[in-house]
């Protein structure tokens, strides 16, 4: 047995298929994967790997694999993040896999547990076969959910909305009932161009998302590159600490053309919908000020130019470093809404590269200073007037739900699978009971036994 960390939710069973770091990695932009590596892979086969990209996990959906294994990677690293929207089950930080694992072995993959069983005997593929069928199970009783509107126990409303990369995921957010993209990610639409993308293909893209959700307000991030996030046809220079680099609104800023190319394109899809831009990685209130200078010059052009856009479009800031959480009062001042992103958040606060299973420990949105940075931006946010969402992994943990909702927060961010169970927690909990239990973990001096207290808080019979 090899143990890690659970990734994405779920159990598979299947026939290893190791992929070599050399297929998985490839080059700083682009991952090793081709069509011609993956000719051979069955569906229904277990994935192996030392290192997987997010693009090469896009490329594997089309397999559909039983399960993933990845030797690297922790819960939030990006790659786990994208074989979580895809329900595929995985089991990151599985150190030692592919040479433990053999090509041809059968497998099983606990997503649920974090555990990874090589060349199982009988009675294990059967007990573990049950397990599926009851996961599956619980998924269908969480039917109900998707259709409903969202209210917490004593009829307090909230909304669940979706972070999704494409049109295919936008489909998925509402098929199952989501109320809202609270996150797209242009990133992932632009890694599936050869070339930059016009400003009109652009604007034809954003506005399909936007007619497609039918009034409810879809969030489109800009460009949200560097770190481990690469475009072939962006170019960008090596970097020794690329996390705390040139990355998402400095890397906009520093090339105005192409930023300028696409906000007018989300300028022009506000005309089509209830469209609203969010702006990743900010860290001081000078970044806002000046993208809202550039959108106020780009309006000027386009109204001269006779162009149909929106000038009144919402501006959001993302505060996922504990710089913008510490003036969030002040960045409160200067935009228009508020998307907490927990997983960088957390990161950054511990000082812990969400890619490195080792240090899962700090990895954690229950760590005592990342949850003081969470609460205090939602009172500033909501102090003043403004909306303030939360969409990193945090918002679809059942155990951490009731604790953001006893925070204030009132708009949770999820991958489109995980709305009926996000609904359903939140149906569980009256506001009261929420707003105490927040009260009482915030006393508490450290992750583990704030976690303790959370696992025992949990209803529907999970305790």
């Known amino acids: 047995m090899i143990n ?9 069973i299947g026939i290893a298929v190791i992929l070599q770091s050399s297929d998985v990695s490839g080059s700083d932009s682009m ?15 277990v994935i192996v790997a030392r290192v997987l990209t997010p693009a090469a996990i896009s490329m594997l959906r089309d397999i559909k694999p039983a399960a993933i294994v990845c030797e690297t990677g922790g819960l939030t690293s990006h790659s786990a993040l994208v074989a979580k929207s895809f329900g595929i089950p995985a089991v990151y930080g599985a150190i030692g896999a592919t040479d433990i694992i053999h090509e041809g072995d059968t497998v099983i993959v606990d997503g649920i547990r974090g555990f990874v069983y090589e060349r199982p005997d009988n009675s294990l593929v059967e007990e573990f076969t049950a397990r599926k069928r009851e996961f599956i199970k619980e998924r269908t009783d969480l039917e109900r959910f998707r259709g409903m509107k969202t209210k917490m126990a004593d009829g307090s409303s909230a909304e669940i909305l979706c ?14 009932g989501a109320e809202g993209i ?14 930059a993308p016009t400003e009109d293909e652009q604007t034809a893209n954003y506005s399909r998302v936007a007619r497609a959700m039918e009034g409810f307000e879809v969030v489109i991030r800009t460009l949200d590159i560097g770190g481990d996030k690469r475009l072939p046809f962006m170019p960008q220079e090596h970097e020794e600490n690329p996390f705390l680099g040139f990355r998402a609104i400095r890397y906009s800023l520093g090339n105005k053309p192409f930023f300028s190319t696409q906000l007018r394109a989300i300028l022009r899809s506000a005309a089509s919908g209830n469209v609203s831009v969010l702006i990743p990685m900010v860290t001081c209130v000078e970044e806002i000020r000046e993208l809202r200078a550039l959108i106020q010059e780009l309006c000027s052009d386009m109204r001269d130019e006779g162009a149909v856009f929106n000038d009144d479009m919402k501006i959001g800031v993302m505060v996922e470093t504990p710089a913008a959480a ?16 927990t997983n960088d958040l957390v990161q950054y606060t511990m000082c812990a590269d969400r890619g490195d299973g080792r240090l899962s420990y700090l990895q954690s949105v229950t760590q005592p ?47 489109p699978l995980s709305v009926p169970e996000v609904r359903r927690t939140l149906s569980e909990w009256t506001l009261k009971e929420a707003e105490e239990l ?5 006393k508490m001096p450290s992750d583990h036994e704030i976690r303790q207290r959370l696992k025992s808080a949990l209803k529907h019979g999970k305790a």
């Open 438 to 442: 927040a009260m009482e973990i915030m």
């Open 369 to 415: 200073p990342v949850l003081r940075l969470i609460e205090r931006t939602i009172k500033n946010g909501l102090s003043a007037g403004i909306p303030v969402s939360v969409c990193g992994e945090a918002a679809s943990d059942p155990e951490i739900i009731p604790v953001l909702a006893g925070f204030g927060c009132r708009r949770f961010s999820v991958d």
């Open 163 to 176: 972070n999704v990369g494409d049109v295919v995921g936008v489909m998925n957010a509402i098929d199952n």
């Open 31 to 45: 991952p090793g994967i081709t069509s011609d590596i993956l000719s051979g892979v069955k569906p229904g086969s």
């Open 4 to 12: 890690g960390y659970e990734a994405s939710k779920g159990i598979g």
């Open 182 to 195: 609270g996150l797209y990610r242009t990133e992932n639409y632009f890694s599936g161009m050869k070339n």
């Open 326 to 341: 510490e003036i969030s009062d002040l960045l409160a001042g200067e935009c228009d809404f508020f998307s907490i992103g």
